[in-house]
């Protein structure tokens, strides 16, 4: 096969088990128990990430409370009472929406939409992509050494022209880079707002 050419399912899987999952049904009991603390016992999980408050609403319905980061995430307690199975679900703390599994990320507990998995399903991330290609242009001007050279955070724009290298050749690449960062940024910003919600990027 050649290489490079073919992404088939066989990404999928790897990309979505980087992150560790909880399961809806686990939670089952807190439907039930004393409102209180508890800890979810898995190695792959972080202190934040397994300990949480099993409260209720005004309203009577149940949610767990986790706090991560100094932030409050809650997930609501949602029976499917259409089914007869009555089968549970845990809500993002980031779209609302009632899922069977939430990923643990960095700082949050978030859905698979939220953190923007469903592109596993195709060959790539959009934005992997044009990262992939800012980096490779970046490593024809500025080399392999050059600090920061895989660093999303810092732009190209005040970066020096190989000493080997006509100006106007140089500006006309520089440039393109500068294009597909501003690319980049477009596709990456909105969604790490939704992972992070208002602290994040609020210097600017
Ligand atoms: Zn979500």
Excluded at 163 to 183: A, Q
């Amino acid at each position: 096969m050649p290489k490079g050419h073919h992404y088939g399912r066989s990404q999928v899987r790897p990309y979505t088990s980087e992150y560790p999952k909880i399961k809806a049904i686990i939670f089952k009991d807190m439907l039930t128990r004393p409102l209180g603390l508890f800890t979810l016992h898995s190695n792959q999980l972080s202190e934040e990430h397994s300990k949480f408050e099993s409260k209720e609403t005004k309203q009577g319905k149940r949610y767990l409370q986790f706090d991560i980061n100094d932030t409050p995430h809650r997930i609501l307690l949602e029976l499917d009472n259409r089914s007869a199975s009555n089968k549970l679900y845990i809500t993002c703390p980031y779209c609302n929406k009632p899922r069977q599994h939430l990923y643990a990320i960095k700082y949050a507990y978030a859905c698979r939409g939220c953190i923007g998995l469903h592109y596993a399903c195709q060959s790539e991330r959009p934005q992997e992509r044009l990262m992939r290609r800012i980096r490779k242009l970046r490593k024809e001007l500025w080399g392999y050494d050059w600090p920061d050279v895989n660093n999303m955070f810092e732009q190209v724009t005040y970066w020096p022209k190989p000493k080997w290298m006509r100006w106007k050749t140089f500006e006309l690449k520089r440039n393109k880079i500068t294009e597909l960062e501003r690319r980049y940024w477009g596709l990456a910003i909105p969604q790490l707002k939704t992972m992070f919600g208002a602290q994040f990027m609020e210097n600017n």
